[in-house]
């Protein structure tokens, strides 16, 4: 009965976890249906996201290592801090600017080139925000705080006590971080189903040739797209820099979003969140149960073999929509 | 035209690379990457270390220290090719920082007669000079570390464990791995239960782990982590509200950059350390004034004074007195590899050359021989104030089980010259 009890409060810990993996794999998703690039700089984005929100709010000067290097001045901060929603806000309007240079600078050079060149593109993209952060905002860890809170959710382990006899844990962090991933995908839908700009993004996604034939901006689709997944990536910034303190391993997030991928499909946003449950449940109660035969530490293998499996009987993930091409 | 090119080629490598006669350390450090953030403190304290050297004293017995930097990413192939890469530059002794890095440079080093030393990590049976000819990894190693680690919880158990619970969190790498025989001996001597916990690098998600342990209740959490995975781990006991007085990490585990991030909740986490802590020492006013005011500290000095720039800061402090000793045995100022191996087999670092250093108490003694490449293997322990923001030793420094740790060390060093057809040398 206990095991039950406990697999119970791992199941609901798997899927919040997993939201925070769908939070990520959201970011490849948009981009992919979009322009058909693996963006493999996501999780760079949401580091250099989290960096820039963090830098805005302390008031940090950016590149102050390099003036302070080249000036002999001794600048780190301008001596003010900006409450967090303003610092989201600006961060947001970076995170534009960003994809206006991104389009401009490099997917510009690149259109009608295999998507081959553009995910390699993306490498370089993400080997160069790496530094870019560390240059504009410095290599420490370090702390954010936008005021979400986070902890044991006392509520709901009062309740379980109560039923169960055992307080289950769950996170206020997850909570929220469910909440507002909730939201995220509704306002995504929404955009993409009912405004005019996210008809021209479907447009594209479906033929590019035909959306330009029809009058479709495909730089400002493109302006557009890499705009809302650098505001999803802020968001799974905010979300695991808060857990660890923003640092270059929140770029690494992007690992956890890959199985997620393959399992749901890289064209459906649906099917980031369900793929993205999935391996977060899938991967907890494996550990629970086969774990400390084989262990433990099996949830990244998990994750992976599961995706494997999905590569071979069906390579188009849950959602994704199935390539057929004609020879 | 082919004149002009030779003469800028002679004048490009007179300008890069080390006249012969400077003493050559190199830096093998990371300052990018995932763990960019601990080792860039690291680096700093080495770097500045030796500049204090070179401006105060002019170097060591009249030598200047070179100290060129390669950034290795913490990742092991590139640590290898920045070994390759100044391993003929009169390269003396190297100190990679990552233990993945050492297992690849001890078969390397054997070869190429260079001094490798790895203070508090590594490999662990490098201790044993008999076999490990080349490698010294005093003060202190990983088996002491968890020897010291139980010692302090047998003190604060009066002297028992019997039917306690400690589960073990640690990296799942070779790192993370190298205290579980020592810890799961231990607990067969002492009636303790042993959970191991171990976690998927870097470690940003441990939710399983965590909810694991607030199902078992432990009485303590012993963490061996690096990077992300402590400040996660620090976090998540915040967040089932494990007693911080009762976890407590390696040295790897115990920095400003594990606790800062989680704020207050930190308070109380304790970690082990094999050196002390603060800049309540007086070298740090010869590091005010030879190297920050100057402005010649690395990175602009930012980082003076935190744990891992201490350390080292101290790893710097064992090899200049290591060449000290060399030149002082040979007779000679500019020493060979071979005879800075000589040096650190006879190096003798007393309290009252710790006073003298400007670092009183600030380390164990050092005492080592042809055999004993390790030291004591005394460790402390030292406590989180998050408030006041700074590290407290809590604990003298102790000396680990050796009854335990011996004959390990002497089955995996033996297991290691079977394995490389080595001849323990007679000592």
Redesign the interface.
Known sequence: MDQMI?AA??FL?GLM?GVMYALVALGFVLIFKASGVFNYAQGVLALFAALTLVGIQQGQVPFA?MI??VF?THVEHFGWTVPSVLAIILTGAVMVLLAFLIEKLVLQHLVGQAPIILFMATIGLAYFL?GLG?VMWG?????L?VGLP???SESIEGVTANWFGYGF?I?RLDIWATVIAALLVAALVAFAQYTKQGRAMRAVADDHQAALSVGISLRFIWVMVWSIAGFVALVAGIM?GT???V????S??AL?ALPVLMLGGFTSIPGAIVGGLIIGVG??LF??FI?PMV???T??WFAYVLALLFLVFRPQGLFGERIIERV | MKLTFTAFAAATLMATAPAMADLVVPNLSYRTGAYGANGTQYADGFNDYFTLLNERDGGIGGEKIKVPECETAYNTEKGVECYEATKDTGALVYNPLSTGITYQLIPKVAVDKKVLYTPGYGRTSAKNGKVFEWVFNAPANYWDGASVAIKYLLDQNGGDLNGKKIALVYHNSAYGKEPVRTLQDLAEKHGFTLSELPVDAPGQEQKSQWLQIRREQPDYVIMWGWGVMNQVAIQEAANIRFPMENFIGIWWSGSEVDVVPVGAKANGYKALTFHGVGQDYPVYDDLQEYVIEPGKASQGGEHVGSVLYSRGMYAALVISEAIRKAQEIAGVSAISPEQLREGFEQLDITPERLEELGLPDFGPEIKLSCDNHGGSGMARMQQWDAEGGKWSLISEFTEPDQEILAPLIAEDSDAYAKEAGITPRDC
């Open positions: 406990f409060e791992i810990n976890t290592h302070n290097a002999g790496e560390d290599a420490n860890i370090k702390n705080d986070q902890g044991i844990f996170d695991w857990k660890s303190g640092q270059f391993s929140l690494l997030i956890k991967e907890k550990e629970f774990g262990g433990g530490a949830e990244n």
